[in-house]
């Protein structure tokens, strides 16, 4: 019996997920890799690891302390369907958390989707098992995802945020983003790619960057498809009230 090597992905993508801006990258991603039959790994970066050196009372506004704990706890929960069903599961808990996270017009806040009925309803929906959300409250997990975010800024440095992209790993170079406010369709997808490889293959390029942004085109924003987000200014890649 032939044993066959992992193919070694054509891009990795470091997510927290309740970032909403990872999340509309990661769905362009998808998009792509089932165009151009790409591989993609799922890897993970803590927004509240990142930010532990951070007061969150004086610097962020006050959903966000909630809710970068409660996607470090989801993160737990992803470390544990990586260790128990492999790399590709990981993709299937994202997605499933994306959608319970940002395509709904109910209103969430972090603490309830750091919560272990949130969590069991992301694997239900993944179709993972339901005792894996018992990782929410094992900070065992947390070396782990301290060292996969450690590994995503020794590719990029550390003033960024999240989605982080390597484009074709180990060789290639990473970048924070793109970020993008608005969904292409199918048609755009693959040509506004291009133009991402197109920059990401140049050796010198090193970034292209605006702090001005449209709140998402996601239900989870209040902003339905075909609408356009108010603009905010997210300098220091959030809206942080202190630079």
Not at 16 to 38: G, H, I, L, N
Not at 130 to 151: N, V
């Amino acid at each position: 019996m032939t044993v066959l090597e992992p193919r070694t992905p054509d891009l990795r993508f470091w997510f927290d997920p309740v970032c909403p801006f990872a999340w509309m990258t990661s769905k362009w991603v998808r998009m792509v890799a089932r165009q151009r039959e790409y591989a993609v790994e799922w890897r993970f970066i803590s927004l509240r690891l990142l930010n532990a050196h951070i007061d969150y009372g004086t610097a962020f506004p006050p959903e966000y302390e909630a809710g970068h704990t409660a996607g470090l706890r989801l993160l737990r929960v992803a470390a544990s369907v990586r260790a128990a069903h492999g790399p590709e599961a990981v993709g299937a808990f994202y997605e499933a958390c994306g959608r319970h996270v940002f395509e709904t017009f109910e209103r969430q806040d972090g603490e309830r989707r750091g919560s272990r009925p949130f969590a069991e309803a992301v694997l239900a929906d993944a179709g993972l098992p339901g005792t894996l959300a018992g990782a929410l409250e094992d900070d065992a997990w947390d070396a782990e995802i301290q060292a996969s975010t450690d590994e995503a800024l020794a590719l990029t440095g550390k003033d960024v945020g999240t989605p982080i992209l390597h484009f074709r790993p180990p060789e290639g170079v990473a970048f924070f983003g793109p970020v993008i406010s608005r969904l292409p369709d199918e048609a755009e997808a693959g040509e506004l790619w291009d133009h991402v490889i197109a920059l990401a293959g140049f050796p010198g390029f090193t970034e292209l960057k605006r702090s001005l942004r449209e709140r998402p085109q996601l239900p989870a924003f209040g902003v339905r498809p075909g609408e356009v987000g108010i603009e905010e200014d997210w300098h220091g890649g959030s809206r942080r009230l202190k630079r």
